[in-house]
């Protein structure tokens, strides 16, 4: 049986509070549950049981990152008149950046094919599908979105669970 799998940072409760109460200024959005959001660091997708436990074990002793995120605005992926995903976006610091590396080298030999696209690291808190005034009024009202620095305790080997409800981790 196949496994979609992605490594990612897991968001302190108190961020995961604070991007779960801006969700009633879009109503219309497939909001993501607030458990379920994190930071990719890398997207493996399906893989069976025994590369998936390969992975886990090459994942197990990466160094302490001591990195320090802070989660800063939003945005979307997609055209203003057709977006797909809204975002919080996370300051891309070397140190965030040499960890995704980290990662991907790891898994390379393993099978994971490296995205060619440069890495921007988000937090996917919604899918979209109109754009328009409530759009504009949602990324201008969060444009100034700060949260505090939070230092990242462990990098997580994720399963993604979708389905007809919302996806799960």
């Known amino acids: 049986m196949l496994q979609r799998l992605f490594v990612g940072i ?3 409760d108190s961020v995961r509070r604070t991007l779960a109460d801006i969700r009633m200024d879009y109503p219309t959005a497939r909001w993501h549950p607030p458990g379920a959001l994190h930071v990719t660091l890398s997207f493996i997708g399906s893989v069976d049981q025994a590369t998936a436990q390969q ?3 090459a994942l197990e002793g990466l ?4 990195v320090q995120l802070a989660i800063n605005g939003v945005g979307y992926f997609g055209s ?4 797909k ?4 976006g996370v300051d891309a610091s070397m140190a965030l950046l040499q960890l995704q590396q980290v990662v991907e080298q790891r898994l390379l030999p393993l099978g994971l094919v490296a ?3 440069p890495y921007r690291p988000h937090v996917t808190l919604a899918r979209v ?3 328009g005034a409530v759009l504009q009024g949602f990324l201008q009202q969060y444009a100034a979105l700060r949260l505090p620095e939070f230092a990242v305790s462990q990098v997580c080997l994720y399963v993604s ?3 007809s409800g919302p996806v799960q981790y």
């Open 10 to 12: 897991e968001l302190p």
């Open 55 to 57: 992975m886990a074990a």
């Open 63 to 66: 160094p302490d990152p001591g």
């Open 80 to 83: 203003e008149e057709r977006p």
């Open 85 to 88: 995903v809204l975002w919080a």
């Open 115 to 117: 995205d060619t696209r």
């Open 129 to 131: 599908r109109q754009g």
């Open 161 to 163: 669970r979708g389905g």
